[in-house]
């Protein structure tokens, strides 16, 4: 079966492939602890500007970090929402895993009696 590129799936997968760069986590992390404009979060990083902002337009993407104006600048701030979306949708998969862990030790207690 292959998932459909829409919907709710395609949301998933923006967020996940999102977090799964090192440097976006990082930008994560710095923006939920305190608002930062790119160029701040660029002195940050062994990397052009250009990188930066491309990083940050993955995490808008994702909806992990919105952007919004002050003044002449444009603030990055982390979004705690879209954390708890993928914190719900991980924890929903652990609950599938510790069931079926939890009926393979049902099993196996069986089998010794």
Same mark, same amino acid.
């Given at each position: 079966?292959?998932?459909?590129? %829409? $919907?709710?799936?395609? @949301? ?7 977090? !799964?760069?090192?440097? =976006? ?7 939920? !602890?305190? @608002?930062?404009?790119?160029? #701040?979060?660029? @002195? ?6 250009? !990188?930066? #902002? ?15 104006? #002050? $003044?002449? /600048?444009?603030?990055? =701030?982390?979004?705690? /929402?879209?954390?708890?979306?993928? #914190?719900?949708? *991980?924890?929903?998969? @652990?609950?599938?895993?510790? $069931?079926?862990?939890?009926?393979? %030790? !049902?099993? *196996?207690? %069986? %089998?010794?009696?």
């Amino acid at each position: 079966m292959v998932a459909r590129p %829409d $919907g709710p799936t395609a @949301e998933v997968d923006r967020l996940f492939r999102a977090l !799964a760069d090192g440097t =976006r986590r990082d930008i994560v992390r710095r923006t939920l !602890a305190r @608002e930062a404009t790119v160029s #701040q979060l660029a @002195e940050s990083y062994d990397m052009s500007f250009a !990188a930066v #902002q491309k990083h940050v337009a993955v995490l808008e993407r994702a909806g992990l970090v919105t952007k919004h104006a #002050q $003044g002449r /600048e444009r603030l990055v =701030r982390g979004n705690p /929402e879209a954390i708890r979306r993928a #914190q719900a949708l *991980l924890d929903r998969y @652990e609950q599938i895993w510790r $069931g079926r862990v939890e009926r393979l %030790d !049902a099993l *196996l207690a %069986d %089998d010794d009696t």
